[in-house]
């Protein structure tokens, strides 16, 4: 049974498929939530990049279309909405696949099949900051992070150079912490943080947090 909280939740459905965003809508139709639907008139990257897209608490999205469109529109909803809560739903999940969907700070994984029944109970568990996620793929994934993380750190292009600093700062962003976390830990400023980031982004030649994350974690995989 929903939880009262869930009254005010607004959840935000992102498909290029007309049948698939009828289904999402009839599913959570009769649900206490706030339902945003958007089809989505594009599945190329750059359009995903650039897309304008509604506020909401959390955000379901069908990622039955390229990897590469899907990881655009992740980044592209991180980006604008940093606190913003994300449902990836597909046809069916590869352990890789997973592991990079959690990683670029994706908090629930469903099939269309466990959608139908379980999607009404993951959308306030994950709003509340929790995983909707086969646990014991949850856990060899935090399995892979801890001993991935012992001694070995990202490394941007060979001929770059990133400080002390901007090391301390690039690690919270792949802990997935907001700059007012990773600004407590390292007691700076909001300020500060947000300095390092714009040079983190410029060192690594990208645009965006998100498309800095799994370009750190791409580099880390290639380098196992």
Not at 22 to 38: A, W
Not at 148 to 167: D, F, I, K, W, Y
Request: aromatic share 6%; with cysteine.
């Amino acid at each position: 049974m929903v939880k009262e909280a869930a009254k005010s939740l607004r959840v935000c459905i992102l498909s290029p498929h007309p049948m698939v965003l009828e289904e999402f809508h009839r599913l959570l139709e009769n649900s206490p939530f706030q339902l945003v639907v958007k089809q989505l008139d594009s599945t190329l990257a750059p359009d995903l990049r650039s897309l304008q897209i509604p506020r909401a608490a959390v955000f379901v999205i069908d990622a039955h279309a390229a990897p590469r469109a899907a990881n655009a529109l992740i980044g592209n909803v991180l980006e604008r909405y940093p606190n913003g809560r994300l449902i990836v739903v597909d046809q069916k999940f590869k352990e890789a696949t997973s592991y990079a969907l959690l990683r670029m700070g994706v908090k629930g994984l469903l099939t269309y099949s466990e959608a139908r029944e379980q999607l009404v109970h993951a959308l306030p568990l994950v709003a509340s900051g929790g995983f909707w996620v086969p646990r014991e793929l949850l856990s060899r994934f935090v399995d892979t992070i801890l001993n991935g993380m012992r001694g070995r750190r990202p490394q941007a292009e060979a001929n770059t150079e990133l400080s002390r600093r901007e090391r301390e700062v690039l690690d919270g962003l792949l802990e997935n912490l907001a700059n007012k976390e990773i600004a407590s830990r390292l007691n700076i400023s909001e300020r500060t943080v947000k300095f390092h980031v714009s040079n983190l982004l410029a060192k690594f030649n990208v645009r965006r947090r998100a498309d800095l994350i799994l370009l750190c974690y791409q580099q880390r995989s290639q380098n196992t």
